[in-house]
């Protein structure tokens, strides 16, 4: 199921705007049997955040942003809720995606303040993931704005 919903997820690339919508739609179906069927691997709901995000950069009013906005959002942290270990995940990676979410939202400081908990939690995997080099950015960023 992962593996499906990843190709209907990766089909995306260079299609127009409504096809697009489309393969997230069908990554969406896909991973969500994919919950049904292991509820406690964090990686389906992670992607179907992944998803949902994308949607959001392709959301035609602000009805429609707001509503994928809280749908990402809403995946990223039930995917934090999930210990369940999983090959090729870490357990941050939903941190690193509500800042990658926020930061698209034009929510810089929020966006600054997950990948500050990343750095908090585990520095390591916070220098290894680029979230160092993203906080930086970040704070210059919010240093600039009034």
């Known amino acids: 199921m992962l593996a ?11 299609a127009p705007p409504d096809e697009r919508r489309r393969h997230f739609e069908n990554a969406l179906a896909l991973y969500g ?13 992670f992607y179907q955040g992944l998803c949902w995000e994308r949607l959001f950069g392709l959301a035609a009013d602000a009805a429609e942003r707001r509503r994928t906005f ?14 369940f270990p999983a090959p090729e ?15 698209a939202a034009g929510k810089n ?4 303040d997950f990948l500050k ?5 585990d520095p390591e ?10 906080i930086a950015a970040l704070e210059t960023s919010l240093s600039r704005t009034p």
Do not use: C, I, K
């Open 117 to 121: 908990q990343v750095r908090r939690l």
């Open 4 to 14: 499906a919903g990843t190709a209907a997820f990766r089909r995306e690339a260079g």
């Open 109 to 112: 400081a929020s966006a600054l």
């Open 125 to 134: 995997y916070s220098r290894a993931s680029g979230a160092e080099r993203d």
């Open 70 to 83: 809280e749908l990402a959002e809403n995946a990223y942290r039930q995917a934090l809720a999930l210990s």
């Open 89 to 103: 995940y870490h357990p941050l990676l939903p941190y690193r995606a509500l800042a990658s979410l926020h930061n």
């Open 33 to 45: 049997e994919a919950r049904r069927l292991f509820p406690d691997d964090p990686r389906p709901v």
